[in-house]
């Protein structure tokens, strides 16, 4: 990132998105059957996104991931993440989820970053106050997006994006050495 | 991919095969087998070819799958992609599979597109109207083609081929904002 | 690969020998439980290098699997491909395997080709006609290696070595021919 | 890399600690469910990885290690690996960890040397007398290093580290060589 994110829209921010295929996964599915018939289904979670996750909540920042897919590994992860609100619909509307979120939050369209890869993000992405693009995403999303990771989606993207966000809100560096302090008495 | 698919060849298209290994999946099989002995088979599918497939439906064209070995990996992922046409052979003979389908479809081969990897591909590609690589096919492959992407298989091969063959009709931006508008109300 | 494999090695060969991990797979083990306790373990093996072992096989040469480390994966990968010799032994101490291989199969040490890629495969790969490398192998084994491919293990490093061992022979057009006719017809 | 590790350093390590997520494995965890509600988690270990730990071993030297997240995979992988001493903490505290280990080993902190990658490596990182980085550790744990590997965490970069650890010890070769006489007779 050579560009930082602009601070006066990151001040704003008290709620971030997530999107899941391609951002909190690098867009791959593994898919198959075992032996007696038992469909298996696994994604690629990145482990370092975990602790940018972390250090957005110890910033006060709400957390959320909203995904056009249904997936039993999204819900998983969410629960790993600690992250309460995981939305999924299976048709990629994901304009009403966040339409919902945001009420049950209190968080207007400029207090909200969203994080994404793909065409089904784009009406939300040009609704909120932080559109945000994976390295990986399509044409049309990054057009769209204020500002893009260096790192592909399962592969630190997050991690980035809530360090690059935390950075140009000021709070990184007192947010890593609390989490360090904690960890080294 | 620099030049963009003939439109004169692209308009007339009614039939896309797709090959499934190297192709919807990157060409790798992650096999192995639990404790207790049950034997499981996964593959690695990329989600955003989901909306390209999705989107050349929406275009009237059919899409279906011929692949040269069978794996339940392929079905589950044809069910999530709404492909009814789902062929698969293990001694990897698609030419008469492929005559079977087009048939059925009441299609000729200079309508039918075929997005395709290895030698085993050769019969087929020879004979339709449109024939495609991905960017990791072989040699051979590559030499019969009229178009090759620049995504590996299982990387967004076939989402980068189905905007390419939907730009080359002149439709993708019909039918994004279509796909858009559909999911920002 | 920029130089050829020597034609006059080439044309000895008898008995090809994969090694397993980071030859016909990439090198990694997927390894977990399920919720219950169940342990599974995946590798990642290439489809293209089946073929390459097909076409081995019809120019009458053996094909052989000899592994340093014992894997469900890797057995039934060689049930896959065909081939009945498979050795797995979890000391790693390849070369009895390989003596006791070559008696059954009345081969002698010029008639063998071996790919591979780490320390343990050295005292093998000193004896053999014909000792190859992957791309990824250690600089021991590439320093003992008489040819090397460009392509890494599990991406196509066996189909590589195949191509390579039968164009040396003057066989591989040949073969492609009758594998293609044989589908296209 | 360019510059070996001091030899100083090196012949001073008693104790190796390995961290899991990014050092061991390539930092992702591949996450889902079967149909009938199992929970699946896998992780990406490097099998040229086990060679290097099992090179430590001969050479005296002991190895732990120490995981910020509790998974049985890595419980699974230690066990492959030899490795009794395998400690997991779900909040990331590793500092008492590595300090009970180090009282049973009656180790000093001149005598340990650390791979690590993230943000919780620090507070033991910043201790050790051998502080090592894999070449994805974010920036934080790359200045506190006095070695960095060039492999990738699942890559190898254990091995490299082994590699390079021994190496400047003036152990390398005669550990190689003794490995491959046992195998070469």
């Given at each position: ?14 709620l ?5 295929d ?7 599915v593994?898919?198959?059957q075992?032996?007696?018939g ?5 994604k ?17 920042i ?28 299976a ?10 979120l945001?009420q ?9 970053a ?18 945000a693009a ?5 044409a ?16 630190g ?9 935390l950075?140009a809100?000021g ?15």
């Amino acid at each position: 990132m050579t560009e930082p994110i602009p601070a006066e829209l990151a001040r704003r921010i008290k709620l971030v998105i997530l999107d899941v295929d391609g951002v909190l996964t690098d867009g791959a599915v593994h898919l198959g059957q075992t032996q007696s018939g038992e469909v298996v289904e696994l994604k690629r979670f990145d482990i370092t996104d975990g602790l940018g996750v972390k250090l957005l909540m110890k910033a006060g920042i709400h957390v959320a991931i909203v995904s056009g897919r249904e997936s039993a590994a999204t819900a998983l992860r969410a629960r790993e993440l600690g992250i309460t609100d995981c939305y999924q619909d299976a048709s990629a509307r994901k304009l009403p989820l966040v339409e919902t979120l945001m009420q049950r939050k209190g968080a207007t369209w400029s207090e909200v970053a969203y994080l994404a890869d793909d065409l089904a993000d784009l009406p939300v992405l040009e609704r909120v106050g932080l559109p945000a693009a994976v390295a990986n995403a399509v044409a049309e999303v990054r057009a769209c997006a204020v500002w893009t990771t260096n790192r592909q989606g399962g592969h630190g993207a997050v991690r980035e994006f809530a360090e690059g966000l935390l950075r140009a809100r000021g709070e990184w560096d007192r947010l890593v050495k609390e989490y360090r302090d904690a960890r080294g008495s």
